[in-house]
């Protein structure tokens, strides 16, 4: 199935350098940007190239225990190796849809000492779960199930430039 053209390469290149911009004079003296595999590997690694600032990088992993949708019991399949205590961390991630993974993640490195903001690309705030503040976003999208641009659906799709969504 071909996805609807949603956002194309040049609009998400062009809400990349405006994010990087402001994450750039938010963190004049650099961060630590930690991305969510595997969704958010395309975003992360063009985000923290037009930063501006210092950019530590690593990664998690997050096993969430879902059928279609998150249930929130969640843990991480593979912890980030930097340490973090009173560290500005950049949690990084593709999209927001109940918001569940995040504000665990939110919790679990707030936990470890860490002063944590969120980034998302894609915000798909209709079936939020939980109240979420997000510091950084990219776009806000209905919903659709997206994929494209290192989001998945059952693994294909995630090497395509562009974001667009699958007819139901
Ligand atoms: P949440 O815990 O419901 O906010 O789940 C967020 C995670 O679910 C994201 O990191 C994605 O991996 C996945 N996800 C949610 N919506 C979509 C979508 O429309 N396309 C692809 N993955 C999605
Ligand atoms: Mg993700």
Known sequence: MKPIPLLTESQIKEKIQELAGIISSDYPDGLIAIGVLKGAFIFMSDLVRALQVPCNCDFVKVASYKGKESSGKISLELCP????????VLLVEDIVD????????KGYFSQKG???????????????????SLDY?????EDHFVVGYGLDCDEEYRSLPYIGYLKE
């Open 137 to 141: 976003t990219g776009f806000v999208v």
């Open 114 to 132: 860490a002063e944590v903001k969120v980034c998302c690309l894609l915000d798909k705030p209709s079936k939020r779960k939980v109240d979420l």
């Open 81 to 88: 190796s930097l340490s973090i205590f009173k560290k500005k």
């Open 98 to 105: 109940t918001g569940l993974t995040l504000s665990w993640l």
